[in-house]
């Protein structure tokens, strides 16, 4: 039974979890540990592959959890392909950890949580009650943040991880609310009952904007992301690869069961908010991403970029299903369900990109690496691989999905609501900003990372990282090029998917040929082939190989290198991270993060360096989260008190309280 072997590589990984409490301290426990977790995940992603082809919904109960509930469980074609970019992350994290592993400077805080984590995140996705999902989802939550607290003497490790713990309360409490108000004054949680009578026309906007918050705070919508890019670099990298690439998706996987599923059909305009969430989501994640110099943060905010081209598909899709255009509607959302997918590969990979270059060098600070291509070439070549697919260059997977996306973007003149047909371009718009910046921070990110020479020692003394890391990064390179080149394939498999949410589906792709054009509906003349572009890109690089190679005057002449218009020939001369993003930032910084630059001149006969120092501010942090923080801290200041009485003035306290108490309840019988 499909759902049993499922259960039985959740209850291996727990096994696992268990195991590795005794053995985390022992030489070769990390190779253990991860490579049974990686056989866990193997078992599951094929028994899901089996259950999305199956296209039949299985489910299970066990005797547990609430007296009158129990514990359901049920693996239909949406938890089937979730269950795939689960398991396939985890199973990719666990091979890279078998090298990586072995710098862990705390092993025996991060190995037994590790499998735990990725049993959470499978149990919410098999969850078929909601008892069974708001334990599971605390359960993932609760072992994500014990792995962000693993580096606890780093520093800014405590604060990322207490905002990160009060956000992932806050994302519970929101969807405990949510599910309480689907239950109803019956108070049944199972999923089935729920989709039975869906949302009551009254309270549907309220559980709409509870969703909205619960799986929005977890997955990074803005303003609801501040804790990801603190969270995602203070985890152990191959941890950030699941946390970013994986748990954000667990995420939309809970927003689609029960903004889809269970709450029935809704009204078109809950789709404008979540169209217009995700197009603002996508350009300020971006933008975010554009100002950083840390490696890992920088990955973080293209998370919540990606989150926002995600959430605009499916907003897209709720919208042409709630007008009857099911065509429309499964095209957008088998174009956000494949950028889950792809997202999920693509964002693995250059976090652990990111983390093999953190080992090598001890830093993840951009402005300290460079000239890292010659002596990390074959990091170098994953990482960039990952780059383009994440910039949306084709004929790589991000720009499959984010082009199938666009193609549903263009069908809005199709909706009768004259705002959707105003807001879909206008995101649309959003979009094409936001690939265009995405790909000039990853130029960026590469350029000064692995190009140009070595910033410090540690960049320059640097070694390619181990073999099993490679293997794992190039394992998702090459999904990356699969993805691109053959997103027919992909499609098709969404097919069952796209049907449950939408009632339709994207034209079956015929995949007679590698080079079948990826055709997004019926009556379309636009069509991709990933292979055509590969291969006129391919034979454009080799004719231009062979002319110069061919016309190119043989003599060697020498010269000088460009010093960025400096004779200095420090390698301090060549571009930083700081100020390749010097011109976007006094573009967009001012508006979007108050973005003020202080110039420190040495005075005249001085011949110290001159600074220049710049401060950008988070709008989402001042205006919703540094109020209430001080408002708390203003209140604990005052309460410090209680904590220095005399024990009489506790009892009177207690004997006061007492009263009042006792006055309420008089008043109120």
């Known amino acids: 039974m499909i759902i049993a072997a499922l259960l039985a590589s959740v209850a291996l990984l727990l096994g696992i979890s268990l195991v590795a409490l005794a053995v985390a301290g022992r ?3 990390g190779v253990v540990v991860y490579g049974a977790t990686a056989v866990a995940c193997a078992v599951a992603v094929a028994a899901a592959a089996v ?11 066990l005797p547990i959890g609430l007296p009158w509930t129990g514990a359901h469980f049920r693996l239909d074609a949406l938890s089937a392909f979730f269950l795939i970019v689960v398991n396939l992350g985890g199973m990719s994290a666990s091979i890279f950890g078998c090298g990586y592993g072995r710098h862990e400077i705390a092993p025996q805080r991060v190995l037994p949580f590790f499998p735990a984590f990725l049993a959470g995140m499978n149990l919410v996705v098999l969850a078929n009650d909601a008892f069974s999902f708001l334990l599971a989802w605390e359960f993932m939550s609760l072992m994500s943040w014990a792995l962000v607290m693993s580096h606890d003497r780093e520093p800014d490790t405590a604060r990322a991880g207490y905002i990160y713990i009060v956000m992932a309360s806050f994302s519970m409490l929101a969807l405990l609310l949510a599910f309480g108000i689907l239950a109803g004054p019956d108070g049944n949680y199972a999923f089935d009952v729920m989709r039975a009578h869906g949302a009551a026309q009254g309270s549907a906007a309220i559980v709409f904007s509870l969703v909205l918050l619960g799986a929005g705070s977890k997955a990074g919508l803005v303003p609801l992301h501040v804790w990801l890019p603190l969270a995602h670099p203070a985890a152990p990298s191959h941890v ?12 939309v996987y809970a927003f689609i069961r029960i903004a889809f599923d269970l709450m029935g059909p809704l009204d078109w305009r809950y789709s404008v908010i979540v169209i217009g969430l995700g197009g603002v989501t996508a350009v300020m994640g971006v933008l975010y991403a554009l100002m950083q110099h840390d490696l890992k943060r920088l990955l973080a905010y293209h998370t919540v970029e990606n989150i926002g081209i995600i959430f605009t598909g499916l907003g897209l899709a709720l919208a042409f ?17 494949f950028h889950v997918f792809n997202h999920s590969v693509f964002k693995s990979l250059l976090f652990f990109g990111s983390g093999a270059v953190l080992a090598s060098t001890g830093t993840r600070d951009m402005e300290k690496l460079g000239g890292l291509i010659r002596v990390m070439p074959r990091t170098a070549t994953g990482f ?18 984010e082009w199938l996306t666009f193609q549903a973007i263009f069908l809005s003149p199709a909706l009768p609501q004259w705002g959707l047909r105003f807001l879909a371009p206008a995101v649309g718009a959003m979009l094409a900003l936001a690939a265009a910046l995405a790909a000039a921070c990853f130029v960026k990110a590469f350029g000064v990372t692995f190009l140009g020479r070595p910033r410090t020692p540690a960049a320059e003394t640097a ?3 181990d073999s099993m890391s490679l293997a794992a990064m190039f394992a998702l390179a090459g999904l990356c090029v699969v993805a691109g080149i053959v997103p027919g394939f992909f499609t098709n498999a969404l097919g069952t998917v796209s049907h449950m949410l939408t009632a339709s589906e994207m034209p079956h792709q015929a995949l007679v040929a590698l080079g079948t054009p990826l055709l997004p509906s019926l009556g379309n003349p636009n069509s991709y082939s990933g292979l055509m572009v590969a291969g006129l890109l391919l034979l454009a690089g080799t004719v231009t190989y062979l002319a110069v190679r061919t016309f190119a005057n043989v003599a060697t002449r020498h010269s000088l290198a460009w010093g960025c218009g400096y004779p200095d020939t420090s390698r301090n001369s ?12 006094r573009v967009f910084g001012t508006l979007a993060f108050d973005a003020r630059e202080e110039v420190f001149m040495p005075p005249p006969g001085d011949v110290g360096a001159a600074k220049i120092h710049v401060t950008l501010r988070d709008p989402a942090w001042d205006l919703l989260y540094a109020p209430p923080a001080s408002a708390v801290a203003f209140i604990a200041d005052r309460l410090n008190v209680l904590q220095f009485l005399t024990i009489r003035r506790y009892l009177s306290l207690v004997f006061l309280a007492l009263v009042l108490l006792l006055t309420v309840l008089a008043l109120w019988v």
């Open 240 to 251: 950030s690869a699941l946390m970013s690439g994986v748990m954000t998706k667990v995420a």
């Open 51 to 61: 259950g999305l082809a199956g296209n039949q919904a299985i489910e299970f109960h």
């Open 574 to 585: 060549q571009y930083s991270a700081e100020s390749f993003a010097q011109p976007i930032r």
């Open 321 to 337: 299903r709630a007008n009857g255009l099911t065509a429309a509607a499964a095209l957008a959302a088998s174009a956000a369900l």
């Open 27 to 29: 030489r070769q426990a």
């Open 463 to 465: 070694v390619e990282t």
């Open 384 to 401: 960039l691989i990952g780059a383009a697919a994440i910039s949306a260059l084709p004929p790589l997977n991000g720009f499959a999905s």
